[in-house]
């Protein structure tokens, strides 16, 4: 169905190629899942099945890549509609129209099929996808995971033979990204479509694909096969894989249900041993909650070191929809804090309003002593720092050194620290280059370096792997673990259950703006279905979380 | 049948309306076409997609009313009167400023011609508001010639970058105060600025990327011959429109005027069907133009042509005058043909059928409002 010939392309202004000679074949009907660090070509192959590269992005492409037998060098991305479904990145950026139902006919429209046939497939993709109580609805109002359904169904009317997806689940809770791959699964299964995704996340994904391709390095020939053989010597893996080849099992499991069974030697031999802790001990951080009634104004601060953030009875309100209701959460120096839960859950909320960008319309908040949204800006610098959700909303300077010096001002902290910080974060990011041409991982660095340089005892990451890969996600892990260790306290909101079990010492869950869960990792997690990580699956009922953990018991 | 109505009746009734708010002054006949506006929207109204609020285009017309007002008092009112509010300090101005006042006396008959003034214009937003309301301007899409739907495809999504744009900014802005600087300040927007910029930049690139993708502007082949044609004949049609009305508005040219714009409309139109072959486009579930189309937009266009006629045998009730001050009064017939623009609440117009899920969107924010009431 997709044949790529000898492929290369080059961009324009680059030295090296993005691919180089990639010979690659997907049969019609196949799950094919693209994997690899990032910066490695991955979304230029998935452009160049669809057309978009060299059309849209410009560039040189060698050889020759043909998708049902239409060679994309004399068909447009227009003239491939037909045959090609693309979804990008961003669903949001994807959509033409401001209703669901208008959105999934706009392919159909473009095509000129005629108005039955739309009819009839814009209510058959509205029952496929689950989303016929959504047709009316203001695209803008759904949720993340409504609207990655969307940005499917809308590729998916026009019948397409290929479906290309670009992280599709990186954006996702744990419940919306098995939503979305269970409709991938059904697609492939029941209408023989056939499916490229690339994608990070890999222990969401690789249990169902077909075929793996990995493309190991930068204009380093893709190793293509089963999902199993190549998983068996990728540098991206999933715990799931990464705790099958610790254990040598044979063959590789990819999925908890399979692992489940090849591990019963390893949890009875693990049954005795008390799991090492995530990462330095702390005294225990149950949270405190203020007695009800006349004696809550007259409670004393806590004993021991002054919380690095407080919040009691915290509500926030967007319009008319509480965002938070009656929260309270105390979180000590040193102490590394995860906070789950669904898309809207009010994750975000929480950590604006420790930054004092919403206002509690109950309760109070307290970030080392001050309450954040009466404190001017430059004093705030000092108690708490965030890095929102994209990076980029931090960085207006045109070139790394300037962003630095921009901080080291900001901050009045003597030239050279932030720049001194992002070289300890992450090594190889160039002065010269425009903050918004880094990849994902030295953005993130930058933005992180950025926030570290007023050096503030309160740090809050919101959704910080975002688009990062396993080697960058695991350099992650190691400077927040360090930066705990100095006595930071960190707040992270995340999806990513696997960063929650190897970082955080305790984790909140938040739904509907209210706290359903508060207490240590393993205690909170090991029994959730959504939020377990795969380890810890695995080893049910067994409370070890992650590979290092097991690694280390083993040793 | 959806009980959605054709977009272009809503338009063609608001305008209606909005044609006979600018053939009176009578505060009384203005209020009563807001009134008749405002039922209609109210009863007609479905929380579907794009639909604008209505209270904006209301809140506009009072702001405009205001300023108004202020201007007459200020500035004073060239219409004579004898009634005097009161004398406010006039500045003084030097001799070359003559005509110009700033303070001094305000009277009765100015305030109240300004008012008169500024009700007619409150009345025409209130009318674009509720066809605004009722049909978002991106529904007209679906009703576009074949030929002009890429155009028109093109300024909606550059409508869309205005709201992106300022939602943007609030998002950077807030995110200086992580950086430590005060978000306020014409500086702090400035500093914002360029990102933002970038940002929309790329959103755009992307959105287009995603529209080639998804077969945004496939052509059909069609004979040169007629490529030609529908070159000859919009290009033709279009000069024959703009002499056409030249001729019209001239005066002098009244007697070819109307049969060259007929003929040019009539060739521009032939150019843009014979220009709709070369798209492929088709079109889902079409607005059509029914019988409640046509009471809705009939509606609107009668109250239009009955106020003008009015202007013709009752000018005085259209136009009370400020000079000397006399109440108001509501005409009989005027205010007849005015109210006649209440047809679409009908609840025949609401069609037979209305569309199914609208409910589940409005429930959506009174069911969060309502647990929040419980604590």
Redesign the interface.
């Known amino acids: 169905m997709i044949r790529f010939e000898q492929v290369s392309v080059t961009y324009e202004g680059a030295a090296a190629p993005a691919l180089r000679d990639v010979d690659l074949t997907v049969p019609e009907g196949e799950l094919c899942l693209l994997v690899g660090p990032s910066g490695v070509g991955k979304s230029t192959l998935l452009g160049a099945v669809?057309?978009?590269v060299p059309?849209?992005?410009g560039g040189t492409l060698r050889g020759r890549v043909t998708v049902a037998g239409r060679d994309t060098r004399t068909h447009?991305?227009?003239?491939?509609?037909?045959v090609?479904?693309?979804v990008?990145q961003?669903p949001l950026?994807?959509f033409?129209?401001?209703?669901v139902e208008?959105e999934l006919?706009?392919?159909?429209?473009?095509?000129?099929?005629?108005?039955d046939t739309?009819?009839r497939r814009?209510e058959e993709t509205l029952d496929l996808l689950g989303l016929a109580?959504?047709?009316?609805?203001?695209?803008a109002?759904l949720s993340g995971g409504q609207q990655q359904r969307v940005a499917i169904g809308?590729?998916l009317t026009?019948h397409p033979r290929v479906l290309v997806l670009d992280e599709p689940t990186s954006a996702l809770d744990p419940a919306a990204a098995e939503e979305v791959l269970a409709v991938l699964q059904r697609l492939v299964h029941d209408l023989g479509t056939t499916v490229l995704l690339a994608e990070h996340r890999l222990e969401r994904v690789v249990q169902y694909a077909d075929q793996v391709v990995l493309l190991p390095g930068r204009g380093e020939a893709p190793v293509v096969g089963a999902p199993a053989a190549v998983m068996a010597h990728s540098p991206v893996h999933p715990p799931v894989v990464a705790l099958g080849r610790l254990a040598g099992w044979s063959p590789l499991p990819l999925s908890v249900r399979d692992a489940r069974r090849a591990a019963a030697p390893l949890r009875e031999r693990l049954a005795d041993v008390r799991p090492p802790a995530v990462a330095a001990p702390v005294e225990t951080a149950a949270p405190v909650r203020p007695p009800r009634g006349l004696l809550r104004r007259a409670r004393r601060a806590p004993e021991g070191p002054a919380p690095a953030a407080a919040l009691t009875d915290v509500s926030v309100?967007h319009g008319?929809?509480?965002a938070l209701?009656?929260v309270s959460l105390t979180v000590r120096p040193g102490e590394t804090v995860a906070l789950m839960g669904r898309n809207g859950a009010g994750k975000s909320t929480l950590l604006?309003t420790l930054?004092?960008?919403h206002e509690p319309a109950r309760g109070t908040v307290r970030t080392g002593g001050a309450a954040p949204h009466r404190t001017?800006?430059?004093e705030?610098?000092r108690h708490v720092?965030?890095v929102?959700q994209d990076p980029?909303?931090?960085?207006?300077a045109?070139t790394v050194a300037a962003e630095c010096a921009?901080?080291d001002t900001?901050?009045s902290a003597s030239p050279g620290t932030c720049r001194a910080l992002v070289s300890s974060l992450l090594p190889d990011v160039p002065d010269t280059a425009h903050p918004?041409d880094l990849s994902e991982g030295q953005r993130l660095a930058l933005a992180l370096a950025?926030?570290l340089t007023?050096r503030p005892p309160l740090l809050l990451l919101d959704e910080p792997t975002r688009g990062l890969d396993y080697a960058a996600k695991a350099r992650l892990v190691e400077v927040l673990r360090g930066l705990a260790a100095e006595g930071h306290a960190i707040v992270l909101a995340t999806h990513d259950v696997e960063l929650a079990a190897e970082l955080a010492h305790r984790v909140v869950v938040l739904a509907?703006g209210e706290v359903v869960a508060d207490g240590p990792t393993p205690d909170v997690v090991v029994s959730s279905p959504a939020f377990a990580p795969q380890v810890a699956k695995i080893l049910s009922p067994l409370p070890w979380l992650t590979v290092p953990q097991v690694r280390e018991a083993l040793s | 049948m959806t009980g959605a109505l054709h977009a272009g009746a809503w338009w063609v009734w608001a305008l209606g309306l909005a044609t006979a708010a600018s053939r009176t002054t009578n505060p009384l006949l203005l209020a009563l076409i807001v009134a008749v506006a405002g039922y209609v929207v109210a009863v007609r109204h479905t929380a579907?997609?794009?639909a604008r609020p209505y209270a904006a285009f209301l809140k506009l017309g009072l702001a405009v009313l205001a300023i108004r007002l202020v201007f007459a008092v200020l500035l004073g009112s060239p219409v004579p009167g004898t009634h005097t509010l009161l004398t406010l300090p006039e500045v003084p101005l030097p001799h070359w400023a003559q005509g110009v006042r700033i303070g001094g006396r305000v009277t009765a008959e100015g305030v109240v011609f300004a008012l008169y003034d500024a009700l007619r214009l409150a009345a025409l937003l209130a009318c674009v508001g509720a066809a605004n309301a009722l049909a978002a301007p991106?529904r007209l899409l679906k009703s576009l010639p074949g030929a002009l739907y890429e155009a028109g495809?093109a300024v909606v999504?550059a409508l869309t970058f205005a709201p992106n744009l300022v939602a943007d900014v609030r998002?950077?802005r807030?995110?200086?105060?992580?950086?430590?600087?005060?978000?306020r300040g014409f500086r702090g927007l400035l500093?914002?600025g360029?990102?933002v910029l970038?940002?929309a930049l790329?959103?755009s690139v992307?959105?287009?990327?995603?529209?080639?993708?998804?077969?945004?502007?496939?052509t059909?082949e069609v004979p040169p011959a007629v490529r030609r044609t529908t070159s000859a004949l919009t290009l033709g049609g279009l000069l024959g429109v703009c002499a056409g009305t030249y001729g019209l508005l001239a005066g002098q040219g009244a007697g070819y005027g109307a049969p060259l714009l007929a003929a040019g409309l009539l060739a521009a139109l032939g150019g843009l069907r014979l220009g709709g072959r070369r798209s492929?486009?088709?079109?889902?579930?079409?607005d059509r133009w029914d019988a409640r189309a046509w009471l809705v937009s009939g509606s609107g266009a009668a109250a239009a042509a009955l106020t003008v006629w009015a202007g013709a045998y009752a000018p005085g009730a259209l136009h009370p005058p400020a000079v000397p001050l006399t109440a108001p009064e509501l005409p009989l017939w005027p205010a007849a043909s005015v109210l006649l623009g209440l047809a679409p609440a009908l609840p025949w117009t609401a069609g037979r059928a209305p569309?199914?899920?609208?409910p589940?969107?409005r429930n959506?924010?009174l069911s969060?409002?309502r647990?929040?009431r419980t604590?």
């Not at chain 1, 447009?76 to 037909?82: K, M, V």
């Not at chain 1, 033409?96 to 209703?99: C, G, H, K, L």
């Not at chain 1, 006919?105 to 108005?115: F, H, N, R, T």
Request: hydrophobic share 40%; charged share 30%; glycine share 12%.
């Open positions: 669809s057309g978009l059309h849209f992005t447009r991305p227009r003239e491939l509609a037909d090609v479904g693309t990008g961003d950026a994807h033409v129209t401001d209703t208008d006919a706009y392919g159909m429209e473009s095509l000129g099929l005629p108005a739309m009819r814009v109580e959504l047709r009316d609805r203001p695209i109002t809308s590729v026009a309100r008319h929809v509480d209701r009656e604006r930054v004092g960008l001017g800006p430059r705030l610098l720092g965030l929102p980029r909303d931090l960085l207006y045109d921009a901080a900001d901050a918004r950025v926030v007023a509907e | 579907g997609a794009g991106a495809v999504v998002r950077v807030a995110a200086r105060r992580l950086r430590g600087r005060p978000g500093q914002v360029l990102p970038e940002g790329e959103r992307a959105l287009a990327a995603a529209m080639d993708a998804r077969g945004y502007g496939r059909a492929v486009r088709t079109r889902y579930r079409p569309a199914p899920a609208v589940g969107q959506a924010p969060s409002s647990r929040s604590p």
